[in-house]
């Protein structure tokens, strides 16, 4: 009888003790990391299909790949010049872990604005702001744009045209930079070819961008490459009307692959658009962001994204370009990055 009772009190014990086991709490699934970052675009808008939207694609594929929870990335328009400081204010306010600017017309509001809130860190795209919250991300566009010009030289003279244009957006020595590299890159492959060089004063006004578009291909213009934000897709719009009806004209880019906005045969997916000059914001808005949620925020460094560290450059699918075309293009690339090629910075008098 001692038996069954000491067998039957240890699978007592045993059951109570699977029982317990049972009903402890499973450990809590790690939480999201606790950073929330904020991006004010410039009056160019969050869909300018350029600029803001490469800087905001960057941020977005930043917050998937830690984790982020919606709500914890974001972003405020701004309409005019004058919503700068009220919207990077209104972040700082928030206490986000990082706020993005992009674009050199915030150079002075996120001076002002660094210096109000010192505890907050900040990323301007496209200028430097010496501060010690402030990191700065440029850009060589003038190595880029010489890519592009190579490319432009190279289609012109392939199908007997003599003339390609480039489309500015406000006349600035950064936008002037995107020029000079088109220029020096259409020159070293025909000299003979002509430039005709436009500013629009915008960087937000369509209608401007296709109508300097309609004079410059109406002057002969077979190519335009454009540094215009918004302004530029009246450009793209322009050259995907006329080589819809037949007339056929070339946009290039800028910023982002800008291929799918050129398209004007959905059935075939043929885009108007030759190349686009790759502007990496993307990448400078996703590294800085990494960094700062892993406590290495660079505060007061400016970070250069060039031809060298592929921070500038043509996309690698380039549908509407020859192989030959390719080729010549990447043996310049290589001949920037090494160093044995320079790009000048300025347009020629």
């Known amino acids: 009888m001692k038996r069954v009772i000491v067998a039957a009190i240890a699978t ?20 999201a990391p606790a950073f929330r970052i904020g991006l004010v675009t410039d009056i160019g808008g969050i869909d300018d299909k350029s ?23 974001k972003y405020l328009q701004s309409a005019a010049e004058a919503d700068y400081i009220p919207n990077l204010s209104t972040f700082s306010d928030e206490k986000l872990d990082l706020i993005a600017a992009p674009g ?29 919250n402030v990191v700065s991300a440029v850009f060589a566009e003038h190595e880029g744009s010489f890519l592009v010009g190579v490319a432009a030289g190279l ?56 109508a300097i578009a309609q004079k ?6 077979y190519i335009i490459f454009h540094a215009a934000g918004g302004t530029g897709n009246g450009m793209i719009k322009e050259a995907k009307e006329r080589t819809a009806k037949g007339d056929v004209r070339w946009a290039i880019g800028v910023d982002k692959d800008q291929y799918t906005d050129g398209i004007y045969d959905e059935a075939n997916k043929k885009s108007a658009v030759l190349t686009s000059m ?7 808005a996703h590294d800085v962001a990494k960094m700062t949620m892993e406590g290495k925020f660079p505060g007061g460094q400016t970070l250069v ?25 990447k043996e310049f690339e290589a001949k920037i990055a090494s160093g044995e090629l320079k790009v000048s910075e300025t347009p020629a008098k």
């Open 216 to 221: 410059q291909f109406n002057a002969g213009a």
């Open 155 to 210: 289609k012109a003279k392939a199908d007997g045209k003599k003339i390609v244009g480039f489309l500015g957006g406000m006349q600035f020595p950064l936008i002037e930079k995107f020029q000079a590299g088109f220029e020096q890159g259409v020159k070293a492959v025909y000299p003979e070819c002509k430039i005709l060089v436009d500013y629009a004063g915008d960087f937000s006004a369509p209608d401007k961008g296709q």
């Open 12 to 31: 007592l014990a045993v059951f109570s003790m699977a029982f317990v086991s049972c009903t402890q709490k499973k450990p809590a699934a790690a939480a």
């Open 305 to 329: 994204f060039s031809v060298a560290n592929k921070g500038v450059g043509i996309p690698e699918n380039n549908q509407n370009l020859s192989d030959d075309i390719v080729a010549k293009v």
């Open 51 to 73: 600029f803001n939207q490469g800087t905001w694609e960057g941020i977005v594929r930043f917050a998937k790949e830690v984790g982020l929870k919606e709500g914890d990335y």
């Open 104 to 132: 050199f017309l915030f150079e002075k509001s996120i001076s002002e604005v660094a210096d109000k809130y010192p505890n907050n860190k900040y990323l301007i795209i496209d200028s430097v702001v010496a501060k010690p």
């Open 278 to 284: 790759m502007k990496r914001v993307d990448v400078a």
